[in-house]
């Protein structure tokens, strides 16, 4: 069981935009601006997508955005394009002991 | 271009040894921490162990921690991950990973599948 809780699918069509969320606790995504968004295709090595919730590194398009409320992260994907279609990770640091907790991942179709 | 290359995994037996290596080529390997991470079947990604530029500082998560062992050779542009007595629960994807943010792993290699069976 992941630390933190993601759905584990989501869909949309194209052009729609779709939001997965990401459950944590005060410990972790609520008590820290350091939650990160991966996405995955099958076979392939995650990439990194959003970082301290909000940022995205250079080559990420803008359609991916990141938010936080409370305990809970969002990724929001936005115009969905076929290539989008894959599995994210949230993570969140969650202090000096446990140090960095992922969640369980998101499928997502893109119908 | 940054690129992480792992190699290792196998088949090992329970209570085998197997030593993980990535080679980091494309950026200043000793200016940036270290990760091994882990995808075990049907299971989220977990963080496995971490070392810092220099390598003087190590950590690792609690399932691994006293049968895992992390290093770096910067004059190489190695990390390594030495795993001995290994469980059948260990059996994971293995995937080296570079800290470029804080706590933001922005370069992941392939991964190297381990498996641990009889």
């Known amino acids: 069981q992941s630390a933190l809780t993601q759905p584990p699918s989501a869909s949309g069509s194209p052009g729609q935009s779709v939001t997965i969320s990401c459950t944590g606790t005060?410990?972790?995504?609520?008590?820290?601006?350091?939650v990160s968004w991966y996405q995955q295709h099958p076979g392939k090595a995650p990439k990194l997508m959003i970082y301290?919730?909000?940022k995205r590194p250079s080559g990420v398009p803008d359609r991916f955005s990141g938010s936080k409320s409370g305990n809970t992260a969002s990724l929001t994907v936005s115009g969905l394009q076929a290539e989008d279609e894959a599995d994210y990770y949230c993570?969140?640091?969650?202090?000096?002991?446990?140090?960095?907790?992922f969640g369980g991942g998101t499928k997502l179709t893109v119908l | 271009e940054v690129q992480l290359v792992e190699s290792g995994g196998g088949l090992v037996q329970p209570g085998g040894s197997l030593r993980l290596s990535c080679a980091a080529s494309?950026?200043?390997?000793?200016?940036?921490?270290m990760l091994w991470v882990r995808h075990a079947p049907g299971k989220g990604l977990v963080w496995v162990s971490r070392?810092?530029?220099?390598?003087?500082?190590?950590a690792y998560a609690d399932s691994v921690k006293g049968r895992f062992t992390i290093s770096r050779d910067n004059a190489k542009n190695t990390v390594y991950l030495q795993m001995n007595s290994l469980r059948a629960e260990d059996t994971a994807v293995y995937y080296c990973?570079?800290?470029?943010?804080?706590?933001?792993?922005?370069?992941w290699g392939q991964g190297t599948l381990v498996t641990v069976s009889s």
């Open positions: 990973v570079r800290a470029g943010y804080m706590y933001g792993y922005d370069y």
């Open positions: 494309g950026f200043t390997f000793s200016g940036y921490w």
């Open positions: 070392v810092n530029g220099d390598g003087g500082f190590t």
């Open positions: 005060s410990s972790d995504v609520g008590g820290y601006n350091y």
């Open positions: 301290e919730v909000t």
């Open positions: 993570s969140s640091y969650a202090g000096s002991n446990n140090y960095v907790v």
